[in-house]
Nanobody, 127 residues
């Protein structure tokens, strides 16, 4: 059974940094795609970053390019999202999700490409 548990959320001032973690179990970690999504109050959920666990290739949304980094720890089956230079508009609940294929384009950020989701962790960026 696929199980995803996010952690690392919290409150931070604009310009600050946070690293989110997603502990994964119940599937072969190296053969899938994992992604980070976020949903702000009153808005639709949007894709932030995705990574192919097979090749290590990553794709990030334009809004977070140069500020966020997605990575995976294969020894511990854990996905990370390093977030720097945080902005108030980054405030959202962040979710990790498992998908079956990776594309080096925006398709990797489509919700429809993912089939299992974590419960989310809240990130608040405010002064």
């Amino acid at each position: 059974q696929v199980h995803l548990v996010e952690s690392g959320g919290g409150s931070v001032q604009p310009g600050g940094s946070l690293t989110l973690s997603c502990a994964a179990s119940g599937f072969n970690f190296r053969t899938y795609c994992l992604g980070w999504f976020r949903q702000a109050p009153g808005k639709e959920r949007e894709g932030v970053a995705a990574i192919s666990l097979y090749t290590g290739q990553a794709y990030l949304a334009d809004s977070v390019q140069g500020r966020f980094t997605i990575s995976a720890d294969y020894a511990n089956n854990t996905l990370y999202l390093q977030m720097t230079t945080l902005k108030p508009e980054d405030t959202a609940t962040y979710y990790c999700a498992v998908g079956t294929s990776f594309s080096n384009d925006e398709r990797s950020l489509w919700e429809s490409e993912y089939h299992h989701w974590g419960q989310g962790t809240q990130v608040t960026v405010s002064s």
